[in-house]
């Protein structure tokens, strides 16, 4: 058996992350081949990543990676918050949103495998890719909160930190619509069916009636729409009257949470 150097270990591990033990190992097998050693820890990751591949992976954290003109958000998933705020998770996450970036997503998705399962044999939990959204407009604000929810804003006009102010709110008040024109159909009257029978329990008239159901409804899609939504920071102000007098209007938002 070849003899095994301190300094072939610590070049294993540089490259790989993975413990002392388990580079010596993999060195041992390979009698000293480093590239051996390589597919050895290559091989062995992915097999420990197939084994943990059932395991629950309800926590995770989001990155953000931003150029001119777009922004990418991506998340990555695991089994506990203790290993969501390692560095080395959380720099996996960073890697690879920049890489779909730059290269696009089909790229990092083809990379992920690989990446995550050296993460997987070096914290061993299970770690999943999770989404990866994007937003393309002139104006790119981002936010990240807590490392589990994130959100992008596009717009065209106004400031980087208008963006980013929206993205902070929308963080908090989670919007499901940008404007009332984008609620879906079936989603207004599944909401009028809901108040009308409620109305229907008053001893009001008609008239009364209509208008307590046309409030009702306007005030339940008011709190799910962004330009409706009362800004979090200035409540006396709406974000529709907030990009007004930022001299900015809304290209899209997308928000992502690990949980």
């Not at 995770?60 to 969501?84: I, N, P, S, Y």
């Not at 560095?87 to 960073?94: N, P, Q, V």
């Not at 909401?191 to 008609?206: G, K, Y």
């Amino acid at each position: 058996m070849a003899t095994i150097t301190t300094e072939q270990v610590k070049e294993l591990r540089d490259k790989t992350g993975v413990s002392v033990m388990q580079c010596k190992k993999a060195l041992e097998e390979a009698e000293g081949d480093m590239e051996k050693a390589l597919l050895i820890l290559k091989k062995k990751s992915t097999e420990i990543a197939a084994k943990k591949s059932d395991r629950e992976a309800t926590a995770g954290a989001v990155a953000k990676a931003q150029k001119e003109g777009m922004g990418l958000l991506l998340t990555l998933r695991c089994e506990t918050d203790f290993v969501a705020k390692n560095s080395d998770f959380t720099t996996l996450a960073e890697t690879l949103a920049g890489m779909a970036l730059e290269k696009g997503k089909d790229e990092a998705e083809k990379a992920a495998p690989d990446l995550i399962g050296t993460a997987i044999q070096k914290l061993g939990e299970n770690i999943q890719l999770g989404e990866i959204v994007s937003v393309e407009a002139p104006v790119i604000g981002s936010y990240v909160h807590d490392g589990r929810v994130g959100v992008l804003v596009g717009l065209t006009g106004g400031t980087e930190t208008l963006a980013k102010d929206i993205a902070m709110h929308i963080a908090a008040m989670n919007p499901e619509y940008k404007t009332r024109a984008d609620v879906p159909a079936d989603a207004v009257e599944k909401v009028t069916a809901l108040f009308t029978e409620e109305v229907a329990q008053s001893d009001r008239p008609q008239e009364i009636k209509d208008k307590m159901l046309a409030g009702k409804i306007d005030t339940f899609f008011k709190e799910r729409t962004l330009l409706d939504q009362p800004f979090v920071k200035n409540p006396d102000m709406t974000i529709e009257t907030l990009l007004k007098q930022g001299g900015a209007s809304l290209v899209n938002f997308v928000r992502v949470a690990t949980a």
